[in-house]
Every structure is written in C-alpha cells, then in structure tokens.
C-alpha cells in the first residue's frame, strides 16, 4: 500500500506508471491471485513501455513480472515459497521509485 501510494503521490508519474503501480499492489496484496492474473499487467506494461524512460533495474524487475506465469511453479516448487509476491513486490519497487519524491525536492 505504502509503495502504490508513493508512485501515485509523485509530482510527475505517468498514467501508465501510476496504472501500473495500481495493479501489482492489488495482485500483491491479495491471496487470492494466481499466475494467470497476472495477465492483466501485459497491456499495462505495454502502455508504460510506450512512455519509455526505462532504467535497466527497472525492466529487468518487470520482466521477471511478465514472465511470472512460468517462473513460479518451478521456483515455488523448489523453494518451498510462494516466490509470486516476492517477485510483485521488487516490480511494484522498481515502479515506485521511477519519479522523485515530491518531499526530497523542497
């Protein structure tokens, strides 16, 4: 919530940054989701794509977001954990911290 709020208080995010801050949260917060909800990010990630700007930690924390269908058996499987919202949670971190902080600019 505290990650979703940041990106959505920032004094320039894109509408595609603050949709896409809005979805990963609620995909990360709910224990309801499964690895074809996260079907719901690839129009979001392709609007943001489309704004570009990326920072490489950042595409390469949304990758592994798109590709979560198939890392997350495999990666559960052999972990013993649940690795889907560990993986929406570095995503949702990556978005968060694409604009400054609209506190550090005073």
Not at 21 to 34: F, N
């Amino acid at each position: 919530v505290v990650l979703v709020a940041r990106a959505w208080r920032r004094t320039s995010p894109s509408p595609a940054t603050r949709a896409l801050a809005l979805a990963l949260g609620a995909l990360t917060v709910t224990p309801y989701a499964w690895d074809y909800d996260t079907v719901v990010l690839a129009p979001l990630l392709a609007w943001r794509m489309r704004d570009g700007a990326w920072k490489p930690w950042e595409a390469s924390a949304l990758a592994l977001a798109v590709a979560l269908p198939l890392l997350q058996p495999p990666l559960t499987k052999g972990l013993g954990l649940p690795a889907g919202p560990v993986i929406l949670l570095l995503a949702l971190w990556a978005v968060s911290r694409d604009a400054p902080n609209p506190a550090s600019e005073n």
